[in-house]
């Protein structure tokens, strides 16, 4: 993948940001996709991803900042997130405790042994969240924000007023203001899985848009194996790749199973990839065991390990052997 910096390809660089991510992510963009990036980057906009689950969202966001050798902080957005998390947290809680803790002592003419916060210094009690630290960062960050969805309606806009200029948000218990530098404004890759339907019409406008498709093709899902199991022998020694008649036919009688119109949750590619390895059982001189027979991966034949593919009950029901797509 090439990405780019004001019009300008970058790769990573030979010491990059300690906050980095360490291991390389596998990853085959489309050119699309590329396009979308270097577009978020160049407009300072966030990047919203759609797609199926297990598709590669959020892989990406990994992916673009080893690729750029950039800072990485990731947001798990939960039913209760807030906004104000993603900036900062502030213990007054603790505080409070330090400072009873530091009066008591005193009192008593004892020295006061506390932890390393002072209650004199409120900063002491500051945790900055994603957002926060990409904003404080002297290079420019890639934050994922994973399944906004997830929060309530108003958690979208209330990001509105951060993640656009000034690029700045307050500390209300220090009175001290984070403003990212003008070349250093993060980079904003945002999920969604749409569990709560549509996001609101405001921050859409405002985020360039991607629905990341399945690979719905033998040739396509070729390249991603190469690409995963030229990783697993980077990380792991005498790790074989799976021989090409067996990469196809799986492919093919995966896409064949994603067809069936009647399935209530549809197989991604991380399921792909996870059935393959147990078809393939991962050959190496560790683990001689023989692959799955490519002729009984068929028609009629029982779906072998098929607690992979599929993770609903009504799925794991009917689906017990290969047949022709529901119509």
Not at 184 to 195: D, G, L, R
Not at 270 to 278: R, T, V, Y
């Amino acid at each position: 993948m090439t990405y780019k910096f004001e019009n300008k390809p970058k790769k990573r660089p030979s010491i990059p940001h300690p906050d980095s991510p360490k291991k390389i992510e596998p990853y085959i963009a489309p050119d699309e996709l590329i396009d979308a990036v270097n577009l978020a980057i160049f407009l300072r906009r966030p990047l919203l991803l759609e797609g199926e689950a297990g598709c590669g969202k959020t892989r990406l966001a990994l992916a673009v900042a080893y690729e750029l050798g950039l800072p990485f902080y990731r947001w798990d957005i939960r039913s209760t997130t807030k906004a104000q998390e993603g900036l900062y947290e502030y213990d007054a809680i603790l505080r409070l405790h330090d400072v009873q803790t530091q009066k008591a002592k005193l009192e008593n003419n004892n020295q006061y042994k506390g932890n390393t916060k002072n209650p004199d210094i409120p900063e002491d009690y500051l945790t900055f969240g994603a957002i926060g630290k990409a904003f404080r960062s002297d290079e420019r960050a890639v934050v994922l924000i994973d399944e906004i969805d997830k929060a309530d309606i108003d958690f979208p806009n209330d990001l509105l007023t951060v993640l656009d200029e000034p690029w700045e948000f307050k500390i209300r218990e220090t009175g001290e203001t984070i403003t990212a530098k003008s070349d250093c404004q993060p980079i904003v890759i945002i999920t969604s899985n749409k569990e709560k339907g549509n996001l609101p019409a405001p921050f859409l406008r405002r985020c360039i848009y991607y629905y990341v498709k399945f690979p719905n093709n033998p040739d396509a899902l070729q390249k991603i194996v190469d690409i995963h199991y030229q990783h697993k022998q980077d990380v792991k020694e005498n790790i074989n790749p799976p021989h090409s008649e067996l990469v196809k036919k799986t492919a093919e009688l995966f896409i064949k199973i994603r067809d069936d119109k009647g399935l209530f949750k549809i197989p991604g590619t991380s399921e792909f990839l996870d059935w393959l390895d147990a078809l393939y059982c991962c050959q190496s001189k560790q683990n001689p065991q023989p692959p799955y027979p490519v002729n009984k991966l068929k028609a009629g034949e029982l779906i072998p390990s098929r607690e992979l593919i599929f993770k609903i009950r009504q799925d794991w029901q009917k689906n017990t052997s290969f047949s022709q797509p529901s119509p």
